[in-house]
C-alpha cells in the first residue's frame, strides 16, 4: 500500500514536470509529435527507472556521512556529499549513452526523430530532480526505485498528454498571436490546474473509529409508593 500510495502521488500528485515544471524545455520541444513525444516519454521513464536507484546506492553506500565505514572504521567521519551532484549527472549521462545506443541499433526512425533531444535527456532536470528529491525525502531502495519509475510514468503521461492536444489545436481556429509556443504554454498551465485535483487522493490507512460504550437502558418501572 505505501508503494502504490508513492506511485500515484508521482504520477498524479506531485508530477515532476506539472507541479514542479521540470524538464520543460524537451517537453515543449518534442510535443509536436505523438510517437516522438511518446518514444521520449519511454526513454525517460527507463532512464528514471534505473538512474534514482542506482543513485540511491551511490549516495547511501559512497557519499554520505559515514557511508564508507563498510570499507573500514576509520572512515566513519569521511562525509563525500559535495560529490553528489557530479556523480548524479555522471550516473545519468551513463544510463542515456545507453538508451541512445539501444535506439540507434534497434529503432533508428525514433533516434533520428528524437535528434538532439535524445542526449539531452543528461540534462534534463526532471531526470536529477528525481535523484534529488528521492535523496532529499532519504527514502529506502524499494521506494526509490518505484519513485523512480513512476515519475518516468507521470513525465510520460504529460508529454504524451501535451502531443495529442496539440495535434487537434493544428485544426483549430486560433488567434494568430497564440498560435505554435503561446497556446502551449497556455495548455500546460491549464493541465498542471487540472492534475491539480489529484491533491485531495490519499491512501492512507484510516484509524478504526472507537464507538462509544453502550447506553445502559433505563428501568421505565415505577415503584408503586412513588404513585
Not at 570499507?71 to 553528489?84: A, E, G, I, K, V
Request: glycine content about 6%; hydrophobic content about 55%; aromatic content about 12%.
Amino acid at each position: 500500500m505505501e508503494y502504490i500510495s508513492i506511485a500515484v502521488e508521482a504520477i498524479f500528485v506531485k508530477n515532476i514536470l506539472l507541479a514542479y515544471f521540470l524538464g520543460m524545455c524537451s517537453f515543449l520541444a518534442c510535443s509536436k509529435k505523438v510517437d516522438t513525444a511518446v518514444g521520449l516519454g519511454f526513454a525517460v521513464v527507463f532512464v528514471l527507472t534505473i538512474t534514482v536507484p542506482v543513485n540511491w546506492l551511490i549516495s547511501h553506500f559512497l557519499l554520505e556521512p559515514g557511508a564508507l565505514k563498510w570499507l573500514s572504521p576509520s572512515f566513519n567521519d569521511l562525509d563525500l556529499s559535495f560529490l553528489t551532484f557530479i556523480c548524479f549527472i555522471a550516473t545519468i549521462a551513463s544510463m542515456v549513452q545507453l538508451v541512445e545506443m539501444v535506439l540507434d541499433k534497434f529503432f533508428p526512425r525514433l533516434y533520428h526523430a528524437l535528434g538532439i533531444f535524445l542526449p539531452l535527456i543528461t540534462v534534463n532536470c526532471a531526470i536529477l530532480g528525481a535523484s534529488l528529491f528521492m535523496a532529499k525525502d532519504q527514502m529506502a531502495l524499494g521506494e526509490a526505485t518505484v519513485y523512480g519509475f513512476s515519475s518516468g510514468v507521470g513525465w510520460l503521461l504529460a508529454i504524451a498528454s501535451m502531443a495529442a492536444i496539440r495535434k487537434k489545436l493544428r485544426y483549430s481556429d486560433l488567434p494568430s498571436g497564440l498560435k505554435g509556443l503561446g497556446i502551449t504554454m497556455i495548455t500546460t498551465g491549464l493541465m498542471a490546474m487540472a492534475f491539480m485535483c489529484f491533491a485531495g487522493i490519499s491512501l492512507e490507512k484510516k484509524k478504526e473509529n472507537i464507538s462509544p460504550p453502550a447506553v445502559q437502558p433505563i428501568d421505565d418501572q415505577r415503584n408503586p409508593e412513588d404513585n
